[in-house]
């Protein structure tokens, strides 16, 4: 384990080990403000389990406050962020690019067992994903906490991204440039076979002139 993985570790040692996320929290809240108002509701309202409703209110009490993020503020906040930062360079240092992930060549398998997936990794990933948390609790972006949109890639732009030998190989594309110099039908530039093609035209013309050149030679004698 990283140094830095120890102090993220050391920092978020008082937030939950799985944090609820943003729209979980505010479920239950809106569940505890319902069973807290049929708690208080006024002794002429009748029909209503005012102790059960106590009783479940005490519950998801208790789970909002052992179980969702602690915000961060000042100094830990900051240094909470730094380690983050840099737990996650680690992570992805160990990521297989999304190409890898989709296409899966020989020995994708075994490298993913070897890196990302191993308990090391993924203890990175979990205390990565409690800070992400901890440092913006009330973010309602569902992807707060997703370690895939950081996934690394192979290719940055580019026409396709072909593995020979791979379960998914996909298919052969040709780059904006190779499609200008070949389009549909015949090259616009000077291949090896439009060179072999000219000199094959102009050795022809050749023969045709000295075969011409001969027939009147010999008309010329038959005379």
């Known amino acids: 384990m990283s140094e830095a993985v120890k102090q993220l ?4 040692s008082d937030q939950p080990t799985n944090p609820l ?19 208080n509701a006024p002794p002429y309202v009748t029909g209503v389990d005012r102790g ?18 602690k915000p961060l503020s ?35 398998v075994g490298k993913f067992l070897r890196t990302e997936n191993s308990p090391e990794v993924q203890a990175k990933i979990q205390h990565w994903k409690r800070a992400q948390l ?3 609790p009330g973010s309602n972006d569902p992807d707060l906490a997703n370690v895939e949109r950081f996934r690394p890639t192979m290719h940055m ?41 000219k000199r094959e035209q102009t050795q022809a013309q050749k023969d045709a002139l000295v075969r011409a050149r001969a027939a009147r030679h010999a008309k010329k004698e038959s005379a």
């Open 74 to 108: 000042g100094a830990k906040k900051d240094q909470v962020a730094k380690l983050a930062g840099e737990v996650l360079e680690e992570i992805k240092g160990a990521m297989l690019p999304s190409e890898e992930m989709r296409r899966n060549p020989a020995g994708a």
């Open 134 to 136: 901890a440092l913006e």
């Open 9 to 12: 570790a050391s920092a978020l």
């Open 52 to 69: 059960g409703a106590a009783r479940q209110y005490k519950q998801v009490a208790k789970l909002l406050d052992e179980q969702a993020a």
């Open 157 to 197: 732009g580019g026409p396709g991204t072909f593995m020979a030998g791979a379960q998914i190989p996909g298919n052969f594309a040709m780059s904006a440039q190779a499609k200008e110099n070949w389009p549909l039908g015949e090259p616009t530039i000077n291949t090896a076979v439009a060179q072999v093609r």
């Open 21 to 39: 996320r943003n729209h979980q929290v505010q479920e239950y809240q809106s569940e505890a403000a319902r069973l807290q108002s049929v708690v």
